[in-house]
């Protein structure tokens, strides 16, 4: 198992928990309950780039492994 194939699993996990993350309400109810809701204003502006970034990781890694 390679790096590339450790880089995959990475931008497949972290697109997945940054989607569900973004498209469901479960980010907001947990924030309520710890008592931080002021910070659901913000999660846009972090979770879109982060949901960009992972989709780039994984497209990356799945175009090294089929390179090589």
Do not use: E
């Not at 910070?39 to 972090?46: Q, R």
Request: proline share 4%.
């Amino acid at each position: 198992m390679g790096t590339n194939d450790q880089l995959l699993k990475v931008g497949i996990a972290g697109s997945i928990v940054t989607a569900v993350c973004c498209f469901t309400p479960l980010l907001p109810f947990l924030l309520g309950a710890i008592g931080i809701s002021w910070f659901v204003g913000y999660l846009d502006i972090i979770l879109l780039p982060l949901l960009a970034i992972f989709a780039v990781i994984t497209l990356f890694a799945y175009w090294k492994r089929r390179s090589a």
